[in-house]
């Protein structure tokens, strides 16, 4: 028995290395990297030495990166690490393969993380504290990093895949997928655990965010999800974000990252 752990990279060997490194000496892990970008070669000399499965795609985007790795898995369940993003606690992989044997009905295994943001520097990422069979904050966002979320692999064969008409949000669309579709007996949890992962968060651009915002959106609404408490946590969202690019117009990057910190406490 098994986790699946699904990588993608795009042209960043020294990424790669640092997650494939995290990884290797764990047991009881199938590692699956998918490379895209324009040179792979150097990525593909990085991964050579490691136990993993290699798969080489044109840039077809992140959802057919995932969905590539997906078809290749074999585990229990799933864990989504992006090539940068470091394995912190190596016990996990051994927790939620026994929390997915003893608890069949939990579809969703939900840690903390750190998250080394390029304003405020690293802090813990706390994934929503729930146990149930809805993600009834949805209108906010992620209920946690998805590189520390483990989904019992079986999922996506009642949820489907990832959907190619998202850029960012492609994990969103199938989280609001899951909440819509799943019935009173699966479970997504919050599991009390160390952070598991540090996830590399310099490279994400605050302009990106009108996209995911907008593609958050959309995954709300074609999911018939953007109306009463949804729709209102997002807007509450929304004004957040505007709250915080405006701050940044203003140069006010210090007073943003002690916000972040405070939130994250």
Known sequence: MHLSVITIS????????????????????????????????????????FDCITIQQRDQGISAAFNLGLAKATGLGVMFLNGGDVLLEPGLIAH?????????DLDILLYDAIFDDGIAGPYTYRSQRCYGPKLNRMGLGMPGSHQAMIVRRSCFDRVGLFSP????????????RWHKTSDSSRRACFVDFPPVVEVDGKGVSISREPLCLYECFLALRRNGLFKGRYAADYLNRLLRFGTRHTMMKLRL?????????????
């Open 253 to 265: 990057n210090g007073l943003v990252a002690e916000i972040k910190r405070w939130k994250h406490r």
């Open 165 to 176: 008409d998202y850029r960012v949000a492609m994990d969103y669309d199938w989280l609001c």
């Open 10 to 49: 795009k042209d960043d060997p020294e990424g790669l290395g640092q997650t494939l490194t995290s990884t290797q000496a764990v047991a009881a892990i199938e590692h699956i990297v998918v490379l895209g970008g324009d040179r792979p070669e150097p990525s593909l000399a990085v991964a050579k030495p």
């Open 96 to 104: 939620a393969l026994d929390c997915l044997t003893k608890r069949p």
